[in-house]
Antibody, heavy 123, light 107 residues
Framework: QVQLQESGPGLVRPSETLSLTCSVSNDSISDTGYYWGWIRQPPGKRLEWIGSIYYSGSTYYNPSLKSRVTISVDTSKNQFSLSLKSVTAADTAFYYC???????????????WGQGILVTVSS | EIVLTQSPATLSLSPGERATLFCRASETVNSFLGWYQQKPGQAPRLLIF???HRATGIPARFSGSGSGTDFTLTISSLEPEDFAVYYC?????????FGQGTKVEIK
């Protein structure tokens, strides 16, 4: 079955850019039936959807983060990436990548998710 | 954005007991409400989608109900592996939002 795995630095300095990659295995990121997304969870707080991307590069973002977020896709590597600029301590969180179906025959919900990666913003 | 409020924050129950978790939306989400289970150190797992449909591989003891703004997740008889945190999520309006979670702990 499909598996997603986040990777990237666990520590980012304030004001710098957080960059994470999600590697997808056992499925093609170019499958037309899915969007690929990022969700985060600050310690002790609720989950927050960051944004999603289609294999074509079409994106949509949470308005609360839109000015700082870029999600991109690399179909040759079967990966998609998150870039969050000008980070502060408030961006410290577990970051998850997830797949979401867009066809009528499958649940249009985040399923499955990667294991998550903790990113700490600190000097 | 739509705010989802879950209750109770913590539910202390024994294995074999029935668990009832609530999720209330600040405005209607129609039937576009889902539930996830998260165990310590693990990613969330989709349990219920579109209010009442079980995801693939989810046991029949999990059920969902509700409509509009008020939704319920019921676990008919708790198994040891069900003690976890449960989140609701809506996808009726962008941005999609999550509840703050209900922790089901062993009494």
């Amino acid at each position: 079955q499909v598996q997603l795995q986040e990777s990237g630095p666990g520590l980012v300095r304030p004001s710098e850019t957080l960059s994470l990659t999600c590697s997808v295995s056992n499925d093609s990121i170019s499958d037309t039936g899915y969007y690929w997304g990022w969700i985060r969870q600050p310690p002790g707080k609720r989950l927050e959807w960051i944004g999603s991307i289609y294999y074509s590069g079409s994106t949509y973002y949470n308005p609360s983060l839109k000015s700082r977020v870029t999600i991109s896709v690399d179909t040759s590597k079967n990966q998609f990436s998150l870039s969050l600029k000008s980070v502060t301590a408030a961006d410290t969180a577990f970051y998850y990548c997830a797949r979401r179906a867009i066809t009528r025959t499958k649940p249009n919900w985040f399923d499955p998710w990667g294991q998550g990666i903790l990113v700490t913003v600190s000097s | 954005e739509i705010v989802l409020t879950q209750s109770p924050a913590t539910l202390s129950l024994s294995p074999g007991e029935r668990a009832t978790l609530f999720c209330r939306a600040s405005e209607t989400v129609n039937s576009f409400l889902g539930w996830y289970q998260q165990k310590p150190g693990q990613a969330p797992r989709l349990l219920i989608f579109d209010t009442s449909h079980r995801a693939t591989g989810i046991p029949a003891r999990f059920s969902g109900s509700g409509s509009g703004t008020d939704f319920t997740l019921t676990i008919s008889s708790l198994e040891p592996e069900d003690f976890a945190v449960y989140y609701c999520q809506q996808r009726n309006n962008w941005p999609w939002t999550f509840g703050q979670g209900t922790k089901v702990e062993i009494k």
